[in-house]
């Protein structure tokens, strides 16, 4: 079993009027096959949680570590974090115009594995992947992003985390901008993840609607860059009926 532990974070941000610390000592342990949701107003730090793990430059780490089976990822560069077995999905992928899905995809799948894939065995389980997300094959020869609808380019987020199969899938708010139809098929390629490895999940979301969806095992509440509450999967609940103003008063 792995975890990622995270373990008292400060983090902070460079700003017209100088630093501004974001983060204030967060403490939270995700283990192998658990999911747990980060939910909080905005401007909690749910996103400058997830782009500090994945080693944003724009987010400074002034104190606290963040451990991948013991071993301290602040040290490493974005990509050694990816190879050790993170994966963020954004809540705004970017275009990569130039760069085609299918070579995107076999480069990742390439760097993460140390090695190339078999092309026949690789080539099938792109077509089944995209299949299984209402995808049209002809994706793979579009360039990354350009031009995809929001939706679409959520579920080419969830494409790559089922082929590359992360240790740890951070997914930050990748329910943002969904139809129901589109957030149900996204949500089922998370659950198809979850059922058929041991890969833990951090879902950051405003909402509950993906959590009927995505069953997490734990809840944590973010204010003013701390967790202000945890609980199981009735808190979420609790949230729904009550909202944050309880926190905030």
Same mark, same amino acid.
């Not at 115009?97 to 092309?119: Q, Y």
């Not at 389980?125 to 939706?151: C, H, I, K, T, Y």
């Given at each position: 079993?792995?975890?990622?532990?995270?373990?008292?974070?400060?983090?902070?941000?460079?700003?017209? @009027? +100088?630093?501004?610390?974001?983060?204030?000592? *967060? $403490?939270?342990?995700?283990?192998? #096959?658990?999911?747990? &949701?980060?939910?909080?107003?905005?401007?909690?730090?749910?996103?400058?949680?997830?782009?500090?793990?994945?080693?944003?430059?724009?987010?400074?780490?002034?104190?606290?570590?963040?451990?991948? @089976? +013991?071993?301290?990822?602040?040290?490493?560069? *974005? $990509?050694?974090?990816?190879?050790? #077995?993170?994966?963020? &999905?954004?809540?705004?992928?970017?275009?990569?115009?130039?760069?085609?899905?299918?070579?995107?995809?076999?480069?990742?799948?390439?760097?993460?594995?140390?090695?190339?894939?078999?092309?026949?065995?690789?080539?099938?389980?792109?077509?089944?992947?995209?299949?299984?997300?209402?995808?049209?094959?002809?994706?793979?020869?579009?360039?990354?992003?350009?031009?995809?609808?929001?939706?679409?380019?959520?579920?080419?987020?969830?494409?790559?985390?089922?082929?590359?199969?992360?240790?740890?899938?951070?997914?930050?708010?990748?329910?943002?901008?969904?139809?129901?139809?589109?957030?149900?098929?996204?949500?089922?390629?998370?659950?198809?993840?979850?059922?058929?490895?041991?890969?833990?999940?951090?879902?950051?979301?405003?909402?509950?609607?993906?959590?009927?969806?995505?069953?997490?095992?734990?809840?944590?509440?973010?204010?003013?860059?701390?967790?202000?509450?945890?609980?199981?999967?009735?808190?979420?609940?609790?949230?729904?009926?009550?909202?944050?103003?309880?926190?905030?008063?």
């Amino acid at each position: 079993m792995s975890t990622l532990e995270i373990k008292n974070l400060h983090v902070q941000v460079d700003t017209n @009027d +100088g630093p501004k610390p974001i983060l204030k000592g *967060v $403490d939270l342990t995700v283990a192998s #096959g658990e999911v747990h &949701a980060i939910m909080g107003p905005n401007g909690s730090g749910k996103s400058t949680l997830a782009y500090s793990i994945a080693g944003h430059p724009d987010y400074e780490v002034t104190e606290g570590e963040v451990l991948l @089976d +013991g071993v301290n990822i602040l040290d490493m560069s *974005v $990509d050694e974090r990816a190879r050790a #077995g993170l994966f963020l &999905a954004m809540q705004y992928p970017v275009e990569v115009p130039g760069v085609t899905v299918a070579n995107f995809l076999r480069t990742a799948k390439t760097a993460i594995d140390g090695e190339a894939p078999k092309v026949r065995q690789w080539i099938g389980q792109v077509n089944q992947a995209m299949e299984n997300l209402r995808m049209d094959p002809a994706f793979s020869q579009r360039d990354v992003n350009a031009g995809f609808s929001g939706g679409e380019k959520k579920r080419f987020e969830i494409l790559q985390m089922e082929l590359l199969r992360p240790r740890f899938a951070i997914l930050d708010e990748t329910d943002s901008g969904l139809d129901i139809d589109a957030l149900r098929i996204v949500s089922e390629g998370v659950n198809r993840l979850h059922d058929a490895s041991d890969a833990g999940f951090l879902l950051i979301t405003h909402y509950t609607r993906i959590l009927r969806y995505i069953k997490p095992s734990h809840i944590h509440v973010f204010v003013d860059g701390r967790v202000a509450e945890e609980g199981g999967p009735d808190l979420a609940d609790r949230l729904e009926e009550e909202g944050y103003d309880r926190f905030l008063a």
